[in-house]
């Protein structure tokens, strides 16, 4: 069936430093692809997402790519910040799918 | 409403009680969801609704597990004789659709402890 694989963390940066969360995928189809990130005692939130192959999401500063060649939509940001620190979960719904399916989440710590 | 809302935002019950959970979709949102996020687990996916009708049941992890939606709004999740084992967040989810391209958006989750 559908899955996801997302890095383990924690993952532990300084103020400013590069960000990538690796995140494959393995679905049958064309699925749509998510980023979802949950702050400190607060609900997952929508991050970005991207349909179809090639899409770039966008969103704060993060942007993932839909590379169906490598089945992957690894997150990215270029300088993070101490706001920033969060469990973050790639997530795929499949064409008719009916469900959100989520990897385990990489929890990410940004020290000032 | 602006968002979907779960109630009560904790709950603390007994080994063996029944216990029971809402979910307040976004209005007009067909879809309903519900998830179980256990301590430093994944989400787990429980079921999801479409209107008022849930085709398939088979991700609820027992018989001491059911749901229902009443009115295309509005869903409960109980669960009876509850265990230990069943101590995690609760969170449910709403979209305007099941489209693949159709985001969800979720509540806050129920963190259900049982001692």
């Known amino acids: 069936g559908d899955s996801v694989t997302q890095m383990e963390g924690p993952v532990t940066l300084s103020e400013e430093a590069f960000l990538t969360i690796n995140c494959t995928y393995t679905?049958?189809?064309?699925?749509?692809l998510f980023w979802y990130v949950q702050y400190p005692g607060e609900g997952l939130q929508l991050l970005l997402k991207?349909?179809?192959?090639?899409d770039k999401g966008s969103n704060k500063g993060f942007e993932a790519t839909y590379r169906k060649e490598t089945t992957s939509f690894h997150l990215e940001k270029g300088s993070v910040q101490v706001s920033d620190s969060a469990v973050y979960f790639c997530?795929?719904?499949?064409?008719?799918?009916?469900?959100?399916?989520f990897g385990a989440g990489t929890r990410l710590f940004v020290k000032a | 409403g602006a968002g979907v809302s779960q109630s009560p935002s904790n709950k603390v019950t007994e080994k063996g009680k029944d216990v029971e959970l809402r979910c307040d979709p976004i209005?007009?949102?067909?879809?309903l969801y519900w998830y179980r996020q256990s301590l430093g687990q994944g989400l787990e996916f429980l079921i999801y609704f479409q209107g008022n009708s849930a085709p398939d049941k088979s991700g609820l992890p027992s018989d001491r597990f059911s749901a229902e939606r009443t009115g295309g709004s509005v869903s409960t999740l109980t669960i009876q004789r509850t265990q230990q084992e069943d101590s995690a967040v609760y969170l449910c989810?709403?979209?305007?659709?099941?489209?693949?391209?159709?985001?969800?958006?979720f509540g806050q989750g129920t963190r259900l402890t049982v001692v």
């Open positions: 989810a709403s979209s305007l659709r099941l489209n693949a391209d159709t985001e969800a958006f």
């Open positions: 997530a795929l719904r499949n064409t008719g799918g009916f469900k959100t399916i």
């Open positions: 991207a349909t179809k192959a090639d």
């Open positions: 209005s007009g949102h067909t879809a």
């Open positions: 679905a049958t189809g064309y699925p749509s």
